[in-house]
């Protein structure tokens, strides 16, 4: 970065990142020259934890540093920043070594917004349901779809709207949809997606929503979203139903119930890959140019490929995120719409895709590339996610 205001920038919006400094120094072990100091020091490791008095003890190695203003514990005017880095070894079942690997030290700049995770922590949170994503993962999603004042993003699955609150705290109005209308709705204690926006003051950002499946909705037949941002259901906590007719049910001869109320639509189950076809296709069909399409795709480990995950010759994939599970993961999926002027993904570009999730070339030969109509395509006939349910529950 050129400067502590682009850092700044940054970090205004920045999940994963801690926090910034301006690096002064960079050493693999304590150096002679660099001894001594006197001011305020923060003491952070990584990869093991520092007791007060190990980090007294580590700003005093600093006490003779040429710096001759007041140590200000409150209100110092710079604040510096050391970082031990004891790397990864506990994660890898080895013991935590006796010194650091490396060293960091220098002017702390700015922290980032990892606070946001604490503000919108599920457990403070007034409505939640099974599948609500965690704080931090619904900050991160939102953030990677480009959520910004002015911009339209829908979550099709929105369940207790989780990806409602995060997008539309980083300015974007915000609509959900679900074929279930009980989640929506809430529960009868005055808990629901509108409580949770009343709760954080999003009233004015969150729109609404509307009770639909991703293959019968009621939007305009436009390029109309900046942002999709979802969690299909994957049939474990909560199956996927879509509106059709049910054939093991009687047919309905009239609209209406006995009670003069409307009868509610007939609905079927959603096998997975299906789900994750129309979710494509209705991206790249109602995003505008340049929207973007975030998603989570759940996989079963052993039998994962890149050639798994559908395409669309109008989206372009950004990236493809493994959060593990062992035996299962979820994979975030990043894609974003062509401008109207780029041509149409072929094979070259969707094997130039597909070779970036793996170690090894992929042989992929035009007829392994199946086009629907609409510009979707498949790369393989049994996905790793088709019939992902029965393997979990195997596993």
């Keep these: 970065m050129k400067s502590a205001a682009d850092a700044k920038k940054l970090l205004n919006r920045s999940i994963l990142i801690k926090?910034?400094?301006?690096?002064?120094?960079?050493?693999r072990k304590y150096h002679t020259p660099y001894l001594k100091t006197s001011f305020k020091f923060n003491v952070t490791a990584f990869g093991s934890s520092l007791t007060i008095p190990q980090q007294v003890e580590r700003i005093e190695r600093f006490s003779f540093l040429p710096y001759d203003g007041d140590i200000d514990l409150k209100?110092?005017?710079?604040?510096f920043s050391l970082y031990e880095d004891y790397n990864d070894f506990p994660?890898?079942?080895?013991?935590?070594?006796?010194?650091?690997?490396r060293l960091f030290w220098g002017p702390f700049v700015a922290e980032s917004s990892r606070a946001l995770i604490q503000q919108y922590d599920l457990k403070k949170r007034g409505y939640l349901g099974t599948t609500s994503m965690d704080a931090e993962l619904s900050l991160i999603m939102s953030n990677v779809a480009l959520a910004r004042?002015?911009?339209l993003v829908l979550d099709p699955f929105v369940g207790t709207g989780s990806f409602l609150v995060t997008s539309s705290h980083f300015g974007a109005y915000t609509i959900g949809s679900d074929i279930d209308g009980r989640q929506i709705r809430g529960k009868g204690n005055g808990k629901s997606i509108e409580s949770n926006a009343?709760?954080?003051?999003?009233?004015?950002?969150?729109l609404g929503t509307v009770v639909c499946d991703i293959a019968h909705h009621p939007w305009r037949d436009c390029e109309l979203w900046d942002a999709i941002v979802c969690d299909p259901p994957y049939g474990v906590r909560a199956g996927a139903k879509k509106i059709a007719v049910n054939p093991k049910a009687p047919p309905k001869t009239s609209i209406y119930n006995r009670d003069g109320?409307?009868?509610?639509?007939?609905?079927?189950?959603y096998e997975l890959d299906d789900?994750?076809?129309?979710?494509?296709?209705?991206?790249?069909?109602?995003?505008?140019?340049?929207?973007r399409l975030v998603y989570w795709l759940p996989t079963l480990t052993d039998s994962y490929s890149p050639k798994d995950v559908p395409r669309h010759k109008r989206l372009r994939l950004l990236d493809n995120c493994e959060q593990s599970f062992n035996k299962w993961a979820r994979r975030m999926i990043i894609m974003e719409k062509l401008k109207a002027d780029e041509p149409d993904l072929d094979l070259d570009a969707l094997l130039i895709e597909i070779e970036k999730g793996m170690q090894t070339k992929?042989?992929?030969?035009?007829?392994?590339?199946?086009?629907?109509?609409?510009?979707?395509?498949?790369l393989i006939d049994n996905p790793a996610h088709a019939g992902f349910r029965k393997g979990y529950f195997k596993e």
């Design 261 to 269: 109320g409307y009868k509610l639509p007939q609905c079927v189950p």
């Design 362 to 378: 992929v042989a992929l030969d035009e007829k392994d590339m199946k086009v629907q109509g609409d510009g979707l395509v498949t």
């Design 275 to 291: 789900v994750m076809a129309d979710l494509i296709s209705f991206a790249a069909k109602f995003l505008v140019p340049g929207g």
């Design 91 to 101: 994660n890898q079942g080895l013991p935590v070594p006796d010194a650091p690997i």
């Design 75 to 79: 209100n110092p005017d710079v604040v």
């Design 19 to 27: 926090e910034v400094i301006e690096l002064r120094f960079h050493w």
């Design 149 to 151: 004042p002015g911009s």
């Design 198 to 206: 009343k709760q954080y003051s999003l009233e004015d950002r969150i």
